[in-house]
DNA sequence: TAATGACTACAATCGTATTTTGGTCATATG
DNA sequence: CATATGACCAAAATACGATTGTAGTCATTA
């Protein structure tokens, strides 16, 4: 029921009118015959690739935190020091998330609201994926000499735990404040965070 | 109609009350009626000391900040190091809020909900008086040699950003998890934030 | 002068009729 | 034959009028 026959291509249309959807509607003003219809296809086909209407949500929140983690993963791997890598992850994984949700701001409270226990449940599986891309950078700047560090994994949690409470979750984006206030806030305690780690 | 000529501890009383009531029924179900029964005044005079109810569920809280400065202020000034000042401080932030709360798990969501807006106004303010204190050891640490850091009152909120996540706000505190578990990473966070201040 | 509780306006709740909508599946279509 | 579809249905959401409950006031009282 979840795709693999099914082209990727139409899963990835219904969940980019998604987007739309809730940007313009919300939730619960979302109908799946009004997405379907913005999909180009029948109400049924929309059931070929989702379960539910919950799952749709999710599985478009699921997209955003893939995305991030592709882009996470490409600097973890990219030719920088851990230092710059270390920093540049802290900021995508606040900055992405915001920009992704920034467009419907007013209805994010309330898609939150809707499906809060199920993506409680993620949000522990995405923290805890996104601590080992950072427990693996700090592994490399441990190995070489640049990060004094004990245990890799505990220190990448702690990471996620410090830079928790600017993403836009149960307080949307408008209650966190301007972007640019955000990437200020972020890159203060990312530079605090850095020197923790620094060897110097 | 705020307080001055009335008796502190009849205000005291009523919030104490509230604290029991809101454990017992969450803020909808407790009216003002069994509130002043609670006290063993007449409702009326309930109005003598707080202009709403919303005004009574806020300063509910504000009583619990109030507490927390006043202990944040007593570390702040004790004769011990400026770096286990700051490690208490950050731990005490974040655990005097959970145990404030810890007895009406259930009923915090809801509590919340019902003063969203005011009390994003409250914490902006909290924030910045904790963070005001942050900063001044800071700069007694700076002054001593200890730490080394550009602008204190913009660390200091730092600070505040990064151990955010971990108060009970829109995340009740079930939602958290176990008190032991928000310690250590309470603990962790500090730890990594103290390491980046510190003039090794 | 400070406290009270009867009182009121309005908000929440309830019961019921009506509409909307999430999800299914027999049928159509390529 | 495999996949897409939309008519269909049960269940949920909404509308609405009647009823109850409660926040907040204020004339009276002690």
């Known amino acids: 029921m979840k795709d693999a026959t099914a082209p990727i291509s ?31 296809i029948g109400k049924g086909s929309v059931y070929l690739h989702f379960e539910s209407k919950q799952e749709i949500a999710l599985s478009h929140i699921d997209r955003i935190v893939e995305r991030l983690k592709t882009s996470l993963h490409a600097t973890a791997r990219s ?20 920009d992704s949700v920034q467009h419907y701001t007013q209805s994010l409270n309330e898609l939150l609201a809707q499906v809060r226990p199920q993506l409680l449940e993620r949000r522990k599986r995405y923290f805890e994926e996104e601590a080992r891309m950072f427990a693996s950078v700090l592994t490399e700047g441990k190995a ?49 965070l850095l020197n923790g780690l620094l060897k110097r």
Do not use: C, Q
Not at 81 to 98: A, H, S, W
């Open 144 to 192: 070489a000499g640049v990060f004094k560090l004990k245990d890799p994994m505990e220190t990448g949690r702690a990471l996620i735990d410090a830079t928790n409470a600017l993403l836009p979750y149960s307080l949307s984006a408008w209650e966190l404040g301007e972007r640019a206030e955000i990437e200020k806030k972020t890159n203060n305690v990312a530079e605090l």
């Open 79 to 98: 030719k920088v020091t851990p230092e710059k890598k270390l920093r540049k992850m802290l900021i995508d994984r606040v900055m992405m998330r915001f």
């Open 10 to 40: 139409t899963r990835d249309a219904i969940l980019d009118a998604t987007d739309r959807m809730l940007a313009r509607y919300g939730y619960k003003k979302m109908t799946i015959d009004d997405l379907a219809k913005e999909v180009g």
